[in-house]
């Protein structure tokens, strides 16, 4: 069969614009659903230095925090702070590779944790972290996208996105749902992370859900609220490419963060103006 120059740059075109579908139907349905901020809103998303950041006709907010553009002002929403002194949380070297590709982005190892500055209820919230692991698979190995609540001093989270954990710190707190683990290959790329709906935390893997701690609803006990992040230990030498955050923000964080009125102080003040203010009932001195 004979191949002209024209034909195969046809087949290209055809072949490319074919690949490009995927990438452009899910790009249109994204910005579908973002909706123009208000005046407050707009306030509120300049308080973030985010890859991208919307607000989503749902009213949450949608922050991506793309690490492989090394895109170095990006690391400022996040604590601790990047210090050279430490090792276990470091953008990644030019150079540095797993064995089949050149990866960028910010690099974990041994263990830690990585926490977003800014508080989010837990209710409607959905992470996912794109990630890749150098490292060999350890059992016990933890590699955690979660969220820390201050009051209780534990994170509730995913680990590889397949298991319910509550940490303290970077350990187990309480025995994983499900019990078993599942072993992540070093140096393939993965997306886990986690969804919460109302007392149910839903383990996510590639986009689908594995598993949820619909049976144990005690699971997540008093997570009402809390900071979005990383946990590990164990064998973790990983490349954090992409983080993606949407959910709601703490009214009383936002507030705090602009400046205004703590709203939780103002409805308390409201309420006992109101009862200062009702008639007395007939017959009563």
């Known amino acids: 069969m004979r191949i002209t120059t024209g034909s195969l740059a046809v087949a290209c075109i055809v072949l490319g614009a074919w690949s490009r579908a995927p990438a452009q139907a899910a790009k249109k349905k ?25 607000f989503t006709k749902d009213g949450r907010i ?21 210090d050279a002194k430490n090792m276990r949380i470091r953008w990644s070297r030019p150079g540095e590779a797993t064995y089949s590709t050149l990866d960028y982005g910010i690099m974990i190892g041994d263990y830690g ?21 150098a490292a060999a698979f350890k059992p016990g190995t933890i590699s955690a996208a979660v969220l820390f609540n201050e009051k209780k001093k534990l994170s509730l989270g995913v680990n590889a996105g397949a298991q319910a954990v509550v940490l303290k710190g970077f350990r187990a ?28 935390i839903e383990c996510i893997l590639n986009g689908s859900k594995l598993s949820d701690t619909s049976e144990n609803v005690k699971f ?26 949407k959910g709601n923000l703490d009214p009383e964080w936002v507030a705090k963060a602009l400046g205004e009125a703590d709203p939780s102080k103002a409805d308390k003040k409201k309420a006992k103006t109101v009862k200062k203010a009702e008639p007395k009932a007939a017959g009563t001195k």
């Open 62 to 82: 949608q922050l991506v925090y793309a690490f492989e553009t090394r895109q170095q002002d990006l690391v400022a929403d996040w604590s601790p702070a990047l």
């Open 220 to 245: 997540t006990e008093g997570f009402d609220r809390g900071r979005v992040g990383l946990a590990w230990s164990g064998s973790v030498q990983s490349y954090i490419h992409q983080v993606i955050i």
């Open 173 to 200: 707190a309480k025995p994983p749902i499900p019990r078993a683990e599942r072993p992540v290959l070093s140096n393939q790329r993965y997306k886990a992370g986690y969804r919460i709906k109302g007392s149910v």
């Open 113 to 133: 944790e990585w926490m977003h500055d800014a508080t989010f209820l837990a209710d409607n919230l959905d992470v996912t972290v794109d990630q890749s692991n």
């Open 30 to 54: 994204e910005d579908a659903d973002v909706k123009q901020p208000t005046e407050r809103e707009s306030r509120i998303l300049e308080l973030f230095t985010a890859t991208k950041k919307n």
